[in-house]
């Protein structure tokens, strides 16, 4: 059960990762909402990921031909593993939309902010080809303008945590 320890050892990530940011906003005497977390918006945000997610996982099982493996070759480690991405893809979306995004876009306006926020994610990503980071770039734009519009990084980290879950399986 080497999964439930990886598992584990991501949820631990998450909390150590996100102290930080945690202490920074009781140091300011912030609430979380000013991090993206709040009641608002938090069911539509929800149903949103769950329904990009299932477009997203859908799209790779029909393009990358893994329909079989997605749909009826699941087990307790892919899910292990879908807890884990929701932990990363959680961890993510708190440092690059809900702290970052919403900062610099305060600071430097909506457009600038939301491109700054979306290279920084990319960079973030260094390692893959330069057709990934094209891709990560993109990924990052996407996810400034849901952030936008719905204001919540719930849906944003359930959608992040089904386009990486896709790429393990």
Known sequence: TRSLVNMVIQLLVVGIFIAPFVVALLIRRQTLSTM?????NFGSSVLLGIVLGSITV???????????????????????????TLSVGFREEVVFRGYLHLRLTAWLGSRRGWILTAIIFTIFHVGQSISGLIGVFVTGLVFGWVMRKSENIVGLSIWHAFMDWVWIL
């Not at 993206?36 to 608002?40: A, D, E, M, R």
């Open 58 to 84: 859908i799209s790779y099982a029909v393009v990358y031909g893994k329909a079989f493996t997605i749909f009826s070759g699941l087990s307790s480690t892919h899910l292990y593993y879908f807890v884990a």
């Open 36 to 40: 993206g977390l709040s009641w608002n």
